[in-house]
């Protein structure tokens, strides 16, 4: 499994493909994440920020080489291996986005309450931030999963599914990334951390449903 997940980000990397979906995540934090703004506040924004590269980036994973050569690929090492190199692969390149979103908002912004009265502990809050960054990237690489190759086949089918996922997975109540996130919003007014562990958990096991579903689907449709 190294050597697989070596072999896809040497092509990930000299592909250039994952330019837009870094661009798309600088973007908006360049757009959400300003200097002075209370910490909590910058960190649930760059938070969810990720979410949609993290989907993104397991498109761009799993569609990285020809046809033939990932038949070739999955000859050699099992379909479901590959497909999984794939996915890991692009869930390390979110996680990595998702660490340097955290650094950056927890470099520039004020470590007060959003009223300004309170103060916020700042090591407590970045690995707050970092672990609903992770949330939302793990999501993301499970929507990510599930909307493409594999499972949808068809990109007109695929892409808008996997942006309307990733918008709901953000607003709708009782999402692990929504309750990471509003965590973070909700502690800011009173300056108070909350530890996302539940909805990392939770996202931990969303995510190996999905790659088990898109890895058994890979070794019978292959």
Do not use: K
Request: glycine share 10%; aromatic share 4%; hydrophobic share 55%.
């Amino acid at each position: 499994m190294p050597a697989l997940i070596g072999y896809q980000t040497a092509l990930l990397v000299r592909s250039q493909r994952w330019l837009p979906p870094v661009l798309l995540y600088a973007a908006l934090l360049a757009v959400g994440v300003q200097p002075g703004q209370p910490l909590l506040d910058s960190l649930g924004l760059a938070a969810a920020a990720i979410l949609p590269a993290a989907a993104w980036l397991v498109r761009i994973c799993v569609t990285g080489e020809p046809p033939a050569a990932r038949h070739c690929a999955g000859a050699a090492a099992g379909p479901w291996r590959v497909h999984l190199a794939s996915v890991l692969t692009a869930l390390g390149a979110a996680s990595l986005l998702a660490a340097a979103g955290t650094a950056v908002a927890a470099a520039i912004s004020d470590p007060h309450s959003t009223n300004r009265l309170t103060d916020v502990p700042v090591a407590p809050a970045a690995l707050a931030g970092l672990l609903a960054a992770l949330v939302c990237a793990l999501l993301g690489t499970a929507i990510g999963t599930l909307c493409g190759r594999p499972v949808l086949r068809s990109t007109g089918v695929a892409v808008p599914s996997m942006l309307l996922a990733a918008l709901m997975v953000l607003v709708v109540g009782g999402s692990p990334a929504n309750a990471a996130v509003d965590g973070l919003v909700t502690g800011s007014r009173s300056g108070t951390v909350h530890m996302p562990l539940i909805p990392f958990a939770a996202s931990v096991g969303v995510l190996a449903l999905a790659v088990w579903a898109a890895c058994v689907l890979a070794s019978r449709r292959t």
